[in-house]
């Protein structure tokens, strides 16, 4: 089972309940449960496996009733309360759940007017401008469902990049244990750690390539497949992706890791470099006139070759990565072990699962200097926000928490809301008594542009603002980002001093790579921040280095890679 399943299961039983009207506080529960067990490192299946239901019930908002429902998932592959929810609703309706956009409350209501029971039904009804018109359809709601159908069908058929990584993760040990597996190497976008997979790709090097291929598609990920040749093999796997495997000889291995980490045009651009020697570049090597090959054997080659240094896969998309090897300007990318604390987290006392002195341990474990708890304001009512009367209680907290840890250290943090004039949920005065302020965007999306820039301007030009959280509000796969001109955003945080935020969530990645490199031409620091719920959660730190690489960024772009000294005066530098 993956926990992507169950996590799906308690999304959809949550939207159920919410459309039936039920306790907000059970419905939240159930959102909490999901995205808890979306980030999970481990799997709920060995987890249950190694501790039974007791493990379960210490997972983070999994108490005794979700824990029943995950050992039935596990057991028998269903949840009865979801089966008699689903039963409650027509099929055509749940149809309707599957776009982005759609609430379940708007989704009945098609359903229940126009009787449309599928996707394709609802787009071409909202086509037909018949939807225009009807109290509360107006331009922007159709605009609106139109876009949610089409980022359905982009996203159709690819996997988070979070996803995709847990996914190859069992399949690289499995290949690696077969004996006829010499070298190993996952490549494609998800060695260029690209936001979205398509498919994964194995490169193997083996002197028995029949061996592998029989080792490959028997695979227990493997559900069918699609080509099984000498050195080449297709598969689909269990979770609906696709895996492609090829062999090649040891004397080939750089060109081909190279040529199947891509991108194509990064590929394409190599092969012409070498036309332009009179030489060959394929996936078996580099090649002179005469055909003999004169390199390939390491990737290494495969750049130096062309009087180019060594260029990163996250940098291989065409965006200037050869000039700048040229150049010999390749940027020392951020490493995770610079990272030394996280500032972004939630704890009990907004909507995380857990104590701060729990949040502080398990940062402390993974060997962060400092973190920041930053519980949500009091506008950001479903997430538990506080009001400041609880805000100034929650920071005599940390000092008292402070004062028992040895060295480590709690940062007094909040992430107040940017309220839709731009104005911020908590007074100056209040604020003013935090060391790290992250403003962000919780409520009113759809604004008109213009507004929107100005909003978030607004909230940069106030003194006591660190850090924009989540600048763009996108979530991958479900929500587009607000419109904003984040070139104009980007240029008020250099004008202001305040710090962009890369959120490492998985599904978030917000700021996206592109938007972190035009950050870093600009001059304006970055931080990377996992918004952690759970303990467990801060691991998904490795997403936004990942993206922060992309981004072309070094440890010195990156705020939180400072020590803590050093950081709060970086902080305190627009005050
Ligand atoms: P994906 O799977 O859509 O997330 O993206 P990739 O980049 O993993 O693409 P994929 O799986 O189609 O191919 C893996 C790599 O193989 C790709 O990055 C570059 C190389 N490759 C595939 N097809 C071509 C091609 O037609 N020309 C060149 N030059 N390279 C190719
Ligand atoms: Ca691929
Ligand atoms: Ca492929
Ligand atoms: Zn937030």
């Known amino acids: 089972m993956e926990n992507s399943e169950i996590a799906k299961i308690f999304w959809e039983i949550s939207e159920f309940l919410e459309l039936k009207g039920d306790n907000p506080f059970k419905i939240r529960a159930y959102q909490k449960a999901a995205r808890n067990i979306e980030t999970l490192s481990q799997n709920l299946d060995d987890i249950y496996k190694r501790g039974g239901i007791a493990a379960l019930r210490e997972l983070p908002g999994i108490g005794q009733d979700l824990s029943e429902k995950i050992e039935s998932f596990i057991k028998t592959g269903k949840v009865d309360t979801y089966d008699k929810l689903r039963r409650e609703f027509p099929a055509g309706f749940i149809n309707l759940l599957e776009i982005p956009s759609l609430g379940p409350k708007t989704a009945m209501l098609l359903y229940k007017k126009f009787k449309v029971g599928s996707v394709a039904a609802l787009e071409k009804l909202t086509r037909s401008g018949k939807l225009e018109g009807l109290p509360g359809f107006g331009t922007k709601k159709t605009e609106n469902i139109l876009k949610g159908i089409n980022l359905k069908k982009r996203v159709k058929g690819r996997f988070l990049l979070s996803e995709a990584l847990a996914y190859a993760e069992p399949i690289v040990a499995e290949l690696e244990k077969l004996k006829a597996v010499d070298r190993l190497l996952p490549a494609g976008s998800l060695r260029r750690r690209q936001e979205t997979i398509g498919d994964l790709d194995f490169l193997v090097t083996s002197k028995d390539p029949a061996r592998v291929m029989s080792g490959f598609t028997s695979l227990p990920q493997v559900e069918r497949t699609l080509v099984k040749g000498g050195t080449k093999a297709s598969v689909i796997l269990k979770n609906g992706m696709q895996a492609d495997l090829r062999v090649v000889k040891e004397k080939s291995f750089g060109a081909a890791a190279h040529y199947f980490t891509g991108s194509k045009g990064h590929n394409i651009h190599i092969r012409q470099l070498a036309q332009k020697k009179g030489w060959k570049v394929s996936e078996y090597g580099i090649f002179n006139t005469a055909g003999k090959q004169i390199g390939g054997r390491t990737e290494q080659e495969m750049f130096s070759k062309f009087g180019l240094q060594y260029i990163p896969p996250e940098l291989r998309e065409m965006r200037g990565e050869f000039e700048a090897a040229a150049k010999r300007e390749i940027p020392e990318l951020i490493e995770p072990i610079d990272i030394r604390g996280d500032l972004q987290m939630h704890s009990d006392h907004s909507d995380g699962s857990s104590t701060i002195e729990a949040m502080a341990a398990a940062a402390n474990k993974l060997g962060y200097e400092y973190i920041a708890i930053t519980d949500h304001t009091r506008s950001t009512r479903v997430a538990g926000g ?20 040895n060295g480590f250290r709690v940062l007094k943090g909040v992430e107040v809301d940017i309220l839709p004039d731009g104005t911020l949920d908590f007074s100056d005065e209040v604020l003013k008594r935090a060391e790290v302020v992250l403003a962000a965007v919780h409520s009113n999306f759809k604004m008109e542009k213009s507004k929107m820039t100005k909003r978030i301007i607004r ?14 509000g996108r979530l991958i796969g479900k929500r587009e980002p607000y419109e904003v001109d984040i070139e104009a955003v980007i240029q008020a945080a250099k004008r202001t001093g305040t710090v962009l935020e890369i959120n490492a969530y998985p599904e978030r990645l917000d700021l996206s790579d592109l938007h972190c490199r035009r950050a870093k031409e600009v001059g304006v620091l970055l931080a990377i921040n996992t918004d952690s719920h759970s303990p467990l959660q801060l691991g998904t730190m490795k997403y936004g280095v990942m993206t922060a690489r992309r981004g072309w960024l070094e440890k010195s772009d990156v705020i939180n890679t400072l020590p803590v000294g050093k950081l709060l005066k970086i902080l305190a530098r627009k005050r």
């Open 459 to 472: 909230a940069l030009e106030n003194k006591y603002v660190n850090l924009l959280a989540h600048p763009t």
């Open 386 to 405: 506080q009001t400041e009367k609880e805000f100034l209680k929650e920071l005599e907290d940390i000092d008292r928490i402070n004062r028992k840890l």
